[in-house]
């Protein structure tokens, strides 16, 4: 197979039958492309998101340290959990780093930040105080930066913020965990753990800790802020981060297991990417015009197994031309 300049543009020239292995595949891969230029007026958009997730390679670097309590929680590993959790709900998801602004969230959930600066603490407790609210797991602000322990108790830079204080951690048995009075399971993490303002969301009911907090909230300011004192059962965490989303506000999106929903915002416009990662068709209720087949959408979409669909949901804004931006120059394309 040779190629031919056409213009600006290179095509392929069939030698052989088309039923060749290397034609069709350079044909299925040009198919990305077409679509792609159907998208051209997202540039300049960005994902929208009200949730964020704090990670730190710092923390990360200091967390795995063989001189810590327990060998069998690894920081990354509770990082993806609460990541998983907030996928599995729905949520978008932005990752920032310790000391980003939090303004522009509602809720922001801190996995095992075991180390962090203090003026970093702060901005974790400003945006609580402003009304925000904050998801924070074991071992998180014990060390600063230097990995100097903090004095007065645990859990270090954020014992004020939380309403709590935590005299010992306790790990557990990985193969031996305890039950919270949820019937649900808390594993290789425990800690005696002390309400100074906080009221109880779960407790133990086994061990020998047995009625001590093991998720906690607090009102702090016009927010809130959540503990969770142990590794919780993966479908209680998402509960839990669902509750805490629901009452900071956030805006909570149709669920289907398997199908992914984003948003982007841009150009006066919103658009809906719709992610199908099973093996069946789904439906998701929008309406709008559905840019990679340029069809409307009037309530609901069917993504195809495996498909993508992104729908416009916001009407066009003309611009001093009277056309529609981010389609006025669509029948120009000459690629």
Known sequence: MARVSAGQREIPLRHAPPRRHRFADLARRRRPRRSLRKLRELGGTTVHAEVALVFSWEAWWAHDQESHPSGDVSYIGQVHAAYTALWEAGLTVDVVAPGAPLSRYKLVVVPNLYLIRDEHAAVIRDFVDDGGSAFISFFSGIVDENERVRPGGYPGAFRDLLGIRTEEFFPLDPAHPLTLDNGSPASLWSEALHLTR????????????????????????AGEAWYAATVLDRGVLKDLLLRAAVTASVTLPEVQSGLESITRRGNGHEYVFLINHTTEDRKHRVSGLELLTDEAVSGVVVVPAGAVRVVRTTPEIPDAHGLAQGRKDAGHDSH
């Open 198 to 221: 906080a009221e109880a969301i779960l407790s133990y009911a086994t061990g020998t800790h047995v009625g001590t907090p093991a998720v906690t909230r607090n009102h702090y300011g």
